[in-house]
Protein backbone atom coordinates (compact mmCIF):
# COMPACT_ATOMS: atom_id res chain seq x y z
CA UNK A 1 0.00 0.00 0.00
CA UNK A 2 1.71 3.34 -1.14
CA UNK A 3 1.11 6.17 1.22
CA UNK A 4 0.54 10.05 -0.64
CA UNK A 5 0.10 13.01 1.28
CA UNK A 6 -2.75 15.23 -0.26
CA UNK A 7 -1.67 18.85 0.29
CA UNK A 8 0.70 21.13 -1.75
CA UNK A 9 2.01 22.70 2.19
CA UNK A 10 6.60 22.69 1.53
CA UNK A 11 6.05 22.05 5.98
CA UNK A 12 3.94 19.08 6.39
CA UNK A 13 5.72 17.80 2.70
CA UNK A 14 9.02 18.03 4.66
CA UNK A 15 7.80 16.70 7.86
CA UNK A 16 6.27 13.00 6.09
CA UNK A 17 8.86 12.80 3.89
CA UNK A 18 11.57 12.61 6.61
CA UNK A 19 9.66 9.53 7.57
CA UNK A 20 10.98 7.36 4.12
CA UNK A 21 8.00 6.05 4.05
CA UNK A 22 5.61 8.72 1.60
CA UNK A 23 5.49 7.53 -1.64
CA UNK A 24 3.61 10.87 -3.79
CA UNK A 25 1.78 13.64 -3.23
CA UNK A 26 -1.73 14.61 -4.89
CA UNK A 27 -2.48 18.31 -4.90
CA UNK A 28 -5.97 20.09 -6.24
CA UNK A 29 -6.58 23.97 -6.93
CA UNK A 30 -7.29 24.63 -3.71
CA UNK A 31 -4.79 23.19 -1.89
CA UNK A 32 -2.29 25.04 -4.21
CA UNK A 33 -4.65 27.97 -3.94
CA UNK A 34 -3.52 28.37 0.39
CA UNK A 35 0.51 28.21 -0.66
CA UNK A 36 0.57 31.76 -1.98
CA UNK A 37 3.17 30.86 -4.63
CA UNK A 38 2.42 30.17 -8.43
CA UNK A 39 1.65 26.60 -9.39
CA UNK A 40 4.77 26.00 -11.66
CA UNK A 41 7.29 27.32 -8.72
CA UNK A 42 4.99 25.19 -5.88
CA UNK A 43 5.31 21.99 -7.88
CA UNK A 44 8.65 22.24 -8.55
CA UNK A 45 9.36 22.58 -5.22
CA UNK A 46 7.29 19.84 -3.89
CA UNK A 47 9.06 17.54 -6.91
CA UNK A 48 12.56 18.05 -5.18
CA UNK A 49 11.14 17.20 -1.96
CA UNK A 50 9.37 13.66 -2.97
CA UNK A 51 10.69 10.75 -5.18
CA UNK A 52 7.13 9.79 -6.29
CA UNK A 53 4.29 10.63 -8.46
CA UNK A 54 2.85 14.47 -7.60
CA UNK A 55 -0.18 15.02 -9.22
CA UNK A 56 -1.44 18.46 -10.63
CA UNK A 57 -4.50 19.66 -11.77
CA UNK A 58 -5.43 21.17 -15.16
CA UNK A 59 -8.28 23.91 -14.78
CA UNK A 60 -9.41 24.12 -18.40
CA UNK A 61 -13.08 22.80 -19.33
CA UNK A 62 -12.57 21.45 -22.55
CA UNK A 63 -10.22 18.54 -23.52
CA UNK A 64 -7.63 20.88 -25.82
CA UNK A 65 -7.09 22.90 -22.88
CA UNK A 66 -6.28 19.97 -20.85
CA UNK A 67 -4.13 18.40 -23.09
CA UNK A 68 -1.96 21.72 -23.75
CA UNK A 69 -1.86 22.09 -19.76
CA UNK A 70 -1.10 18.31 -19.26
CA UNK A 71 1.63 18.44 -21.86
CA UNK A 72 3.30 21.59 -20.14
CA UNK A 73 2.98 20.46 -16.64
CA UNK A 74 4.48 16.92 -17.42
CA UNK A 75 7.41 18.49 -18.81
CA UNK A 76 8.04 20.38 -15.53
CA UNK A 77 9.65 17.17 -13.80
CA UNK A 78 9.38 13.67 -14.56
CA UNK A 79 7.06 13.29 -11.67
CA UNK A 80 4.33 15.02 -12.10
CA UNK A 81 1.27 13.09 -12.44
CA UNK A 82 -1.47 15.10 -14.82
CA UNK A 83 -4.90 15.45 -13.06
CA UNK A 84 -8.16 15.66 -15.24
CA UNK A 85 -11.41 15.76 -14.03
CA UNK A 86 -13.64 12.41 -14.77
CA UNK A 87 -16.11 14.69 -17.41
CA UNK A 88 -16.20 13.46 -21.10
CA UNK A 89 -14.04 16.55 -22.00
CA UNK A 90 -11.16 14.80 -19.59
CA UNK A 91 -11.77 11.58 -20.55
CA UNK A 92 -11.00 12.91 -23.82
CA UNK A 93 -7.71 14.29 -22.77
CA UNK A 94 -6.98 11.51 -20.63
CA UNK A 95 -6.95 9.16 -23.70
CA UNK A 96 -5.01 11.86 -25.71
CA UNK A 97 -2.21 12.44 -22.98
CA UNK A 98 -1.96 8.54 -22.40
CA UNK A 99 -1.05 7.91 -25.58
CA UNK A 100 1.85 10.21 -25.75
CA UNK A 101 2.73 8.49 -22.29
CA UNK A 102 1.86 11.43 -19.64
CA UNK A 103 0.79 9.68 -17.05
CA UNK A 104 -2.78 10.75 -15.87
CA UNK A 105 -4.99 10.79 -12.42
CA UNK A 106 -8.75 10.70 -13.39
CA UNK A 107 -9.72 12.67 -10.61
CA UNK A 108 -13.43 13.34 -9.07
CA UNK A 109 -14.69 10.02 -9.43
CA UNK A 110 -17.56 9.04 -7.70
CA UNK A 111 -19.19 5.92 -9.15
CA UNK A 112 -17.74 2.40 -10.58
CA UNK A 113 -19.07 3.39 -14.37
CA UNK A 114 -17.11 6.54 -13.96
CA UNK A 115 -13.89 4.55 -12.55
CA UNK A 116 -14.37 2.00 -15.47
CA UNK A 117 -14.49 4.55 -17.68
CA UNK A 118 -11.10 6.50 -16.64
CA UNK A 119 -9.35 2.92 -16.88
CA UNK A 120 -10.40 2.31 -20.36
CA UNK A 121 -9.34 5.57 -21.29
CA UNK A 122 -6.01 4.22 -19.87
CA UNK A 123 -5.66 6.73 -16.43
CA UNK A 124 -2.39 5.88 -14.39
CA UNK A 125 -4.52 6.70 -11.03
CA UNK A 126 -8.37 7.07 -10.67
CA UNK A 127 -9.08 8.93 -7.65
CA UNK A 128 -12.44 7.90 -5.92
CA UNK A 129 -13.20 10.78 -3.07
CA UNK A 130 -14.47 8.77 0.03
CA UNK A 131 -15.06 11.68 2.72
CA UNK A 132 -17.33 13.31 -0.19
CA UNK A 133 -19.39 10.89 -0.52
CA UNK A 134 -19.87 9.71 3.43
CA UNK A 135 -20.48 13.51 3.77
CA UNK A 136 -23.89 12.72 1.62
CA UNK A 137 -24.85 9.90 3.23
CA UNK A 138 -23.18 7.29 0.84
CA UNK A 139 -20.86 4.91 1.39
CA UNK A 140 -17.46 5.80 -0.07
CA UNK A 141 -15.59 2.66 1.13
CA UNK A 142 -18.54 0.28 -0.36
CA UNK A 143 -16.96 2.12 -3.71
CA UNK A 144 -13.34 1.40 -3.44
CA UNK A 145 -14.35 -2.01 -2.76
CA UNK A 146 -16.32 -2.18 -6.05
CA UNK A 147 -13.78 -0.66 -7.88
CA UNK A 148 -11.48 -2.60 -6.82
CA UNK A 149 -13.09 -5.98 -7.84
CA UNK A 150 -14.14 -4.67 -11.28
CA UNK A 151 -10.17 -3.28 -11.80
CA UNK A 152 -9.29 -6.94 -10.69
CA UNK A 153 -11.66 -8.65 -12.89
CA UNK A 154 -10.34 -7.01 -15.95
CA UNK A 155 -6.73 -6.88 -15.03
CA UNK A 156 -7.18 -3.11 -15.45
CA UNK A 157 -3.21 -1.62 -15.17
CA UNK A 158 -5.03 1.88 -13.62
CA UNK A 159 -4.11 1.85 -9.79
CA UNK A 160 -6.63 2.63 -7.57
CA UNK A 161 -6.04 5.83 -5.69
CA UNK A 162 -8.42 6.42 -2.15
CA UNK A 163 -8.83 9.97 -2.13
CA UNK A 164 -11.00 12.49 0.25
CA UNK A 165 -9.93 10.49 2.91
CA UNK A 166 -10.75 11.72 6.61
CA UNK A 167 -9.43 9.49 8.98
CA UNK A 168 -7.33 6.11 9.86
CA UNK A 169 -10.63 4.20 9.90
CA UNK A 170 -10.92 5.16 5.82
CA UNK A 171 -6.80 3.70 5.35
CA UNK A 172 -7.21 0.60 7.01
CA UNK A 173 -10.74 -0.51 5.13
CA UNK A 174 -8.57 0.48 2.02
CA UNK A 175 -5.90 -1.98 3.00
CA UNK A 176 -8.41 -4.67 3.85
CA UNK A 177 -10.16 -3.96 0.24
CA UNK A 178 -6.69 -4.34 -1.82
CA UNK A 179 -6.83 -0.42 -3.02
CA UNK A 180 -3.46 0.34 -4.29
CA UNK A 181 -2.91 3.89 -2.31
CA UNK A 182 -4.28 6.56 -0.03
CA UNK A 183 -3.77 9.99 -0.21
CA UNK A 184 -4.24 11.77 3.25
CA UNK A 185 -4.47 15.33 4.55
CA UNK A 186 -0.75 15.29 7.36
CA UNK A 187 -3.37 15.09 10.17
CA UNK A 188 -4.83 11.29 9.00
CA UNK A 189 -0.70 11.15 8.36
CA UNK A 190 0.12 11.89 11.92
CA UNK A 191 -3.06 9.97 13.63
CA UNK A 192 -2.19 6.49 11.80
CA UNK A 193 1.51 6.35 13.80
CA UNK A 194 -0.26 7.14 17.01
CA UNK A 195 -1.76 5.43 19.99
CA UNK A 196 -2.25 6.29 24.03
CA UNK A 197 -0.89 2.98 24.87
CA UNK A 198 2.51 3.79 22.53
CA UNK A 199 2.63 6.98 24.45
CA UNK A 200 2.35 5.62 28.01
CA UNK A 201 4.49 2.88 27.13
CA UNK A 202 7.23 5.24 26.33
CA UNK A 203 6.60 7.40 29.60
CA UNK A 204 7.12 4.26 31.69
CA UNK A 205 9.82 2.68 30.27
CA UNK A 206 12.13 6.01 30.17
CA UNK A 207 10.59 6.67 33.93
CA UNK A 208 11.57 3.35 35.04
CA UNK A 209 14.92 3.62 32.83
CA UNK A 210 15.74 5.92 35.45
CA UNK A 211 16.12 3.70 38.42
CA UNK A 212 18.70 1.68 36.54
CA UNK A 213 22.04 2.00 38.20
CA UNK A 214 24.55 3.34 36.24
CA UNK A 215 28.79 2.64 36.17
CA UNK A 216 30.34 5.24 38.10
C1 LIG B 1 -7.36 14.12 -4.17
O1 LIG B 1 -6.56 14.09 -5.08
C2 LIG B 1 -8.01 15.35 -3.69
O2 LIG B 1 -7.06 16.38 -3.69
C3 LIG B 1 -8.49 15.25 -2.26
O3 LIG B 1 -8.30 13.99 -1.72
C4 LIG B 1 -9.78 15.91 -1.98
O4 LIG B 1 -10.07 15.75 -0.62
P1 LIG B 1 -11.15 16.65 0.15
O5 LIG B 1 -12.49 16.05 -0.08
O6 LIG B 1 -10.72 16.52 1.60
O7 LIG B 1 -11.02 18.05 -0.36
Given at each position: MKFFLDTANIEEIRDA??????????????????????????????????NGPVSAETVSRDAAGMVDEGRHLAK????????????????????????????????????????????????????????????????????????????????????VLVASIRNPIHVVQAGLMGADICTMPAKVFDQLLKHPLTDKGVEQFLKDWEKVPVIK
Amino acid sequence: MKFFLDTANIEEIRDAASTGILDGITTNPTLISKEGNTFEDQLLKICSMVNGPVSAETVSRDAAGMVDEGRHLAKLHPNIVVKCPMTKEGLRATKILTEERIRVNVTLVFSAPQAIMAAKAGAYFVSPFVGRLDDIGESGMDLIETIVTIFNNYEFKTEVLVASIRNPIHVVQAGLMGADICTMPAKVFDQLLKHPLTDKGVEQFLKDWEKVPVIK
